[in-house]
């Protein structure tokens, strides 16, 4: 899914730290063992996607790529206790526009975009690949606004 390319594309970019979380840290087991043949260098943390374990693990950026946000009665993803200003907040969904971790995080003063630029990329990249035409990135944003 959209978690595994975000954390695959990040070890191919040398990102020299990064954890990953899920419900069932099991199941990282297998991108974990992707991202340590990509990025032998990535100091690489599994860990559970419980308030306490989210909350003990210090962030910079923190990309939800979970379907948690798409409903208004969903919990946040990332606990709201450990939003600190100077982090970024990207969320994969793209409807809502505006989730509760964003909404959260931006009430908080931090830097939030959500899963529109993904959405418009990904068809940038089909529309290339379908038409073999280069799409007008700008126009498709605008159209999707």
């Not at 990282?28 to 419980?50: F, G, M, W």
């Not at 909404?103 to 068809?123: E, F, K, Y």
Request: glycine share 4%.
């Amino acid at each position: 899914g959209a978690g595994r390319a975000i954390a695959v594309q990040a070890a191919l970019d040398s990102c020299p730290k990064l954890t990953i979380a899920n419900r069932t840290v099991a199941k990282l087991e297998e991108v974990a063992a992707t991202i340590r043949a990509i990025n032998p260098d990535c100091q690489l943390k599994c860990i559970a996607t419980s308030e306490k374990e989210l909350s003990a693990e210090p962030a910079d950026l923190v990309i939800n790529a979970s379907s948690l946000g798409m409903q208004p009665s969903d919990p946040l993803p990332y606990p709201a206790a450990a939003m600190q200003p100077h982090q970024v907040f990207y969320d994969a969904v793209y409807s809502p526009a505006l989730t509760a971790m964003l909404n959260q995080a931006q009430q908080l003063g931090c830097r939030t975009a959500n899963g529109h630029s993904m959405l418009v990329h990904q068809g940038a990249l089909s529309y290339a690949m379908w038409l073999d035409q280069q799409p007008d990135l700008d126009l498709m944003a605008a159209a999707l606004q």
